[in-house]
């Protein structure tokens, strides 16, 4: 079984940051590409940023700037977010793209979401 567990949501006021941390369990071969959404009330889910296994960085524009995606592992990815703002407000998604992991019958690959967790921007 594999599955990804976040951390680190909570309350801040305008301007303050936050730290998010997501981690997959299980056993794991590879990860492709980390990333975070968010998703407003009343509004579609939206990719705040991505990491690939080539080190590559994407982030969305409101964000730039403010918000930094890193991972100290293959398995594990963090988002720094600094400056926040109310319209940052949102639940906030782990994903992880191509995991390739053990089952009972060899190996397979798939992709992941955490469960999600609440970041609530305070003016």
């Known amino acids: 079984q594999v599955q990804l567990v976040e951390s680190g949501g909570g309350l801040v006021q305008a301007g303050g940051s936050l730290r998010l941390s997501c981690a997959a369990s299980?056993?794991?071969?590879?990860?492709?590409?980390m990333g975070w959404y968010r998703q407003a009330t009343g509004k579609q889910r939206e990719l705040v940023a991505t990491?690939?296994?080539?080190?590559?960085t994407n982030y969305v524009d409101s964000v730039k700037g403010r918000f930094t995606i890193s991972r100290d592992n293959a398995n594990a990815v963090y988002l720094q977010m600094n400056s926040l703002k109310p319209e940052d407000t949102a639940v906030y998604y782990c994903?992880?793209?191509?995991?390739?992991?053990?089952?009972?019958?060899?190996?397979?690959?798939?992709?992941?979401w955490g469960q999600g967790t609440q970041v609530t921007v305070s003016s």
């Open positions: 990491f690939t296994s080539a080190g590559s």
């Open positions: 299980g056993i794991i071969f590879s990860i492709n590409t």
């Open positions: 994903a992880a793209f191509g995991v390739t992991f053990r089952t009972m019958w060899g190996r397979t690959t798939s992709d992941l």
